[in-house]
């Protein structure tokens, strides 16, 4: 008996998912690593940036399993271009 | 081993204890610091500390807990564990519904009843996800006595809404800066667990760790008997991998295979004890390998004072979970299973049907959970259950389920989902495999029945109740406990129905019965339900067996802390309701609020008819005819809210129509009385009504043919309180006829019923006072209570029985009887003759009722006794 709401539209629960990459101070290992199977590792001197395609859910279930593995967590970015970031919108204006 | 038998390294941390004690003097205290910071150890060192001189309630919470009930269950139990820790506490007994409110009230009202400063320690709040739960815990904090503190540790700053203590300076923060292990404390730690390191070396070490107690816990482990100390640091300095998984990959790897193997193959538990884990790595010896674990502290702690279960640290655990899904992932589903086995063995089903679902064991876990949710709403896990079904995957189809989700519909009051629901499962039953259906059947009858309690349906009833006269032919124990929960609660709504379409005396027996059962197997709420409802089945019979058993039903609610439940709601109202008849006008308001604090969250259309009818005889009592019509009405609306014939129906209509009357609207009450249908119409209490109205037209001769049929048998009546009525309006139907004499026999005759049960209210109603006056006071053996009614007829309320003090000594029977003279008047020697003895015996007597009541005189002496209520025969003994 779920209910599907219907797509909102204002941008703030978008629901595609996006780029994001996710550093992380350390090398992680392999048992570490497979607690994110969807992200792919990258080490980037002292730290590890995991990349990969998340919705919103699947970003705070990431950031959940840092929290709980006691993960030293130094940024979050969104790496997907084609959303218009306020700065944009204000540089075409005259 | 490489970790051997040592004591458990907790260094003092002095400072840090000295800290939290600062903080504690504030009302609330928030550790808050990410996974590993040393919070559970820093809260454990400060409550075990000799000579902590609070007393300390200590939770901590259950893993992903989002069911608000569980939550405050334990945090019950831990706080009446530290308030009577030599004795066994009694746990807290869980409800099928769920009152948030209700709760934080029992829980404040247990901390107040704490002598002396307490304090109530909550571990791990984060893993606390239900919103509700957050909410209630606020209030709880806000609303704590003076001298009660609370401390919370959590990975994660809460939605607590705290400003206001912010605000007052009550509000004391620990945070992960303050966790951090300082170089002196690091070499301390070392010190204490016997590992010998350069100054450089346990530099390097803090440096490398920062200062997380989680990392340099799990360095002292591998460091303990580590040949080369100083390599071991300078190798793990010189590594960029994160703290926490280099030292336990380094710890792991220095363990003996069968303690790695039980460390890995274990980690699918939250607890674990070595029966478990024996089954879980197949091999004997587990509980001695826990054992030396904790005695090493490395991060297995004991759950029991007597060290035969235990958990690993979250942290630890989730990073052994990984590495078991790396290492052996073959291995897994067969782990969850095993586990499972193992726990449905022993009673624990909640966790085996997790673990079935973790191994990914769908039907399985569709099947346990169809058996087992009944049960579990009486031990108030319905959001648990919720919870359960949840993770069953969309994609799949588990027709079983349906039963499940009817009775979570069933307990939460959507009735219509539940119908359509067990709608569905009965489709189901038909074709389910022969084994499964006797219990399939059983359930969905029981559940029927609820179902037909709660919409006050009260046909098609006895089909449903059918599998009651079977015994019960459980194949295992399990079984018999399951179907022996079904069929308290089928006899609980049996009863019910019974009471409510008055089958009364089945209602009696079904509900004594449901009594008994639910005290034998242990469910106490459902023993106040059976006994609440007992209460009001018994209403019209006696009063003084109806008001016993009300107040045994309150009595138990609130040792049980549901006194403002909706389950005891039907004692309340009935115990108020009968107050009223009594004229005991000032407590009956008392009670009715009561009842209307209980009915706030759950209120079925019969209670709450029940509610405005005893409301509105309470305002007609006092002479408020226009509330009290307005109650009436209410009444009469949320009948048609029932589905059948209804116990109150006939008195509902009467009264209202009655009231319409007396509250000048006579012609509004002919037009209501020419609409009722046949059966309503002929009803003794209709005809009492229609008595009024005429007495209302000046019309007494048609009076006394509306009320012929009453009086002479032919007219059902619910009960001997509407004939009182009866008489008293024949009397003043005859005394407008000017036939007097007749008038003081029917009089006579309403006295006399109503002096068992001491009834007030008919004379009130009926503004009996002339007719009272007018009987010759030494004619009449109910002198007493025709003072009673005379009081309150002139506006005074009755006080409550149980209010005034006893006797200094109790008084004889004999001095009883000479005392229910007094208030006549009668002289001592013409009591002496009525008793049959001499005027000396009766002055004897007088000289020891004065005595024994501290009275003076014969006046003060009559007072006395009347709020002592020693006056009448009814309520007494």
């Known amino acids: 008996m779920s209910v599907h709401l219907p797509a909102l539209d204002h941008g703030l629960m978008d629901p595609a998912p996006v780029r994001y990459a996710i550093r992380i101070h350390g090398h992680l290992g392999a048992t570490v690593l497979s607690a994110f199977p969807a992200l792919v590792p990258q080490q980037h001197g002292a730290d590890t940036v995991l990349t990969g395609l998340l919705d919103r859910s699947a970003l705070y279930g990431v950031l959940a399993e840092v929290e709980a593995l006691g993960l030293d967590l130094i940024e979050v970015r969104q790496l997907t271009a084609d959303r218009k970031s306020p700065g944009s919108g204000d540089r075409r204006s005259p | ?877």
């Not at chain 2, 782990?335 to 079935?356: E, K, P, T, Y």
């Not at chain 2, 039963?403 to 069933?410: G, K, P, S, Y």
Request: proline share 4%.
């Open chain 2, 1 to 877: 081993m490489t970790v051997d038998r040592a004591k458990p390294r907790l260094i003092g941390r002095g400072d840090l204890l000295a800290a939290l004690d600062r903080a504690a003097a504030r009302k609330v205290t928030i550790i808050s610091a990410p996974a590993g910071s040393g919070k559970t150890s820093l809260l454990r060192a400060w409550a075990d500390r000799p000579g902590q001189p609070h007393r300390l309630a200590v939770m901590q919470v259950q893993r992903d807990q989002n069911d608000a009930q569980q939550f405050w269950l334990a945090l019950l139990g831990a706080v009446r564990q530290a308030s009577a820790p030599t004795s066994r506490a009694e746990p807290p007994a869980a409800t099928p519904g769920f009152n948030g409110r209700a709760m934080v009230d029992r829980a404040l009202s247990e901390l107040a009843g704490q002598r002396g400063r307490f304090i109530l320690v909550i571990d791990d709040l984060h893993e606390l996800t239900s919103p509700d739960a957050l909410a209630q815990l606020t209030r709880l904090l806000t609303s704590l006595r003076a001298d009660v503190h609370a401390v919370l540790a959590t990975r994660r700053d809460l939605p607590l809404r705290l400003h206001q203590l912010r605000l007052a300076g009550e509000l004391a923060e620990i945070r992960a800066a303050d966790l951090v292990f300082s170089e002196r404390e690091t070499r301390e730690l070392l010190d204490a667990s016997g590992v010998a390191l350069s100054d450089a070396g346990v530099a390097l070490l803090h440096q490398r760790t920062e200062g997380w107690a989680a990392g340099l816990r799990l360095a002292v482990i591998s460091l303990t008997g580590h040949p080369h100390p100083e390599r071991f640091v300078a190798e793990f300095s010189g590594s960029d991998r994160t703290v926490a998984e280099y030292l336990i990959a380094e710890m792991l790897e220095h363990q003996p295979d069968d303690v790695k193997d039980l460390l890995l193959r274990t980690s699918v538990l939250d607890r674990v004890n070595g029966d478990l884990a024996d089954l879980l790595t197949g091999r004997p010896g587990s509980e001695r390998i826990l054992l030396e674990l904790e005695n090493a502290n490395a991060f297995v702690v004991s759950l029991d004072p007597g060290r035969t279960w235990f958990r690993y640290h979250h942290l630890f655990g989730d990073l052994l979970r990984l590495e078991l899904r790396r290492a052996l992932p073959a291995e897994v589903p067969g782990l969850h299973r095993r586990a499972a086995d193992w726990l449905i063995q022993h009673g624990q089903v909640v966790d085996a049907i997790r673990h079935m679902q973790a191994a990914g064991d769908w039907p399985r876990a569709a099947r346990l959970l169809t058996d087992y949710s009944f049960s579990m709403t009486l031990d108030g896990q319905t959001q648990t259950i919720q919870a359960l079904l949840q993770a069953f995957p969309p994609s799949t189809d588990h027709p079983e389920l349906a039963l499940v989700h009817a009775t979570v519909d069933l307990i939460q009051g959507r009735l219509d989902e539940a119908a359509a629901h067990l709608a569905v499962a009965e489709t189901y039953a038909a074709t389910a495999p022969p084994d499964r259906q006797r219990r399939l059947h059983v359930a969905i009858a029981s559940l029927k029945l609820y179902l037909a309690r709660r919409r006050g349906n009260f046909a098609d009833v006895l089909e449903q109740a059918k599998f009651l006269a079977s015994p019960v032919t459980g194949q295992s124990d399990e079984d018999i406990t399951l179907d022996t929960d079904l069929r308290a609660v089928a006899l609980m709504n049996l009863g019910i129905l019974e009471a409510w379409s008055q089958g009364l005396p089945d209602a009696e027996r079904h509900l004594q019965e449901g009594t008994d059962l639910a005290r034998q197997i242990g469910r106490p709420y459902l023993e106040v339900a059976c006994l609440a409802q007992l209460g009001f089945a018994s209403r019209i019979r006696s009063f003084a067996t109806t008001r016993r058993r009300c107040q045994e039903a309150i009595a138990l609610a609130d040792r049980h802390g549901w006194g403002a439940e909706p389950i005891i709601a039907p004692a309340l109202v009935t115990l108020a309701g009968n107050l009223v008849w009594t004229g005991e006008f000032d407590e009956a308001e008392r009670w009715l609020q009561r009842t209307e604090w209980a009915l706030q969250t759950d209120a079925g259309p019969g209670i709450r008819q029940l509610l405005h009818l005893a409301t509105g005889r309470l305002h007609a009592g006092r002479g408020r005819h226009h509330e009290a019509l307005e109650e009436l009405r209410t009444a009469e609306h949320l009948q048609s809210q029932l589905a059948g014939p209804h116990a109150m129906a006939s008195q509902v209509t009467g009264w209202m129509l009655a009231t319409q009357a007396r509250a000048g609207l006579a012609g509004e009450a002919r037009a209501s009385l020419a609409a009722l249908d046949d059966e309503l119409a002929s009803s003794g209490e209709v005809g009492n009504a229609r008595a009024v109205i005429c007495l209302a037209e000046g019309d007494p001769a048609a009076a006394l043919a509306a009320v012929a049929g009453v009086l002479d048998g032919t007219a059902p009546v619910v009960g001997y309180v509407t004939l009182v009525e009866t008489h008293l309006l024949a009397a003043l139907a005859h005394r407008e006829l000017g036939d007097q004499r007749a008038a003081n026999q029917a009089t006579d005759r309403a006295l006399a019923l109503a002096e068992a049960d001491r009834l007030v209210l008919p004379f009130v109603m009926t503004d009996s006072a002339e007719l009272l006056e007018a009987l010759p006071r030494h004619e009449t053996a109910h002198a007493a209570l025709l003072a009673d009614i005379l009081d309150v007829l002139h506006g005074s309320s009755l006080a409550a029985e149980d209010k005034p003090s006893s006797p200094l000594t109790e008084l004889s029977p004999t001095e009883l009887r000479v005392l229910r003279y007094l208030p006549t008047n009668l002289s001592r020697p013409e009591i002496a003759g009525e008793l049959s003895v001499s005027v000396n015996t009766v002055n004897t007597h007088v000289r020891n009722i004065y005595a024994k009541l501290q009275a003076r005189d014969r006046s003060s002496a009559v007072q006395r006794a009347r709020e002592l209520r020693l006056l009448s025969t009814g309520l007494t003994r």
